[in-house]
């Protein structure tokens, strides 16, 4: 049975850090698009990170240059670096999965983590 499981996730103040975490179980994903996304109160879904291959890498342009997304594959977990957070980075946040990126980047997965809350606020 695959799980996704994140974690990480608290409240924090502008400009602060935060490193969320995704453990999955039930298979291995070295080979599979590998991703998060955040959805706020009373808005959609929305597509953050997703990482591929060994290094491949695509980031929403509201993150990009803030949120860091890497990958162990060894420990078949995926992570979320977020740094100089804004209030409007509020949201849970989900971990997901796809063999196929480009179908992963349009938020198709029959894997999705249970979400974690990220608030910034002062």
């Known amino acids: 049975q695959v799980q996704l499981v994140e974690s990480g996730g608290g409240l924090v103040q502008p400009g602060g850090s935060l490193r969320l975490s995704c453990a999955a179980s039930?298979?291995?994903?070295?080979?599979?698009?590998m991703g998060w996304f955040r959805q706020a109160p009373g808005k959609e879904r929305e597509f953050v990170a997703i990482m591929w291959s060994r290094s491949s890498t695509v980031y929403a342009d509201s993150v990009k240059g803030r949120f860091t997304i890497s990958r162990d594959n060894a420990k078949n977990t995926v992570y979320l670096q977020m740094n100089s957070l804004k209030p409007e980075d509020t949201a849970i946040y989900y971990c997901?999965?796809?063999?196929?990126?480009?179908?992963?980047?349009?938020?198709?997965?029959?894997?999705w983590g249970q979400g974690t809350q990220v608030t910034v606020s002062s």
């Open positions: 039930g298979r291995t994903f070295s080979t599979y698009a």
């Open positions: 997901a999965t796809n063999p196929r990126v480009w179908e992963l980047i349009r938020g198709l997965s029959d894997y």
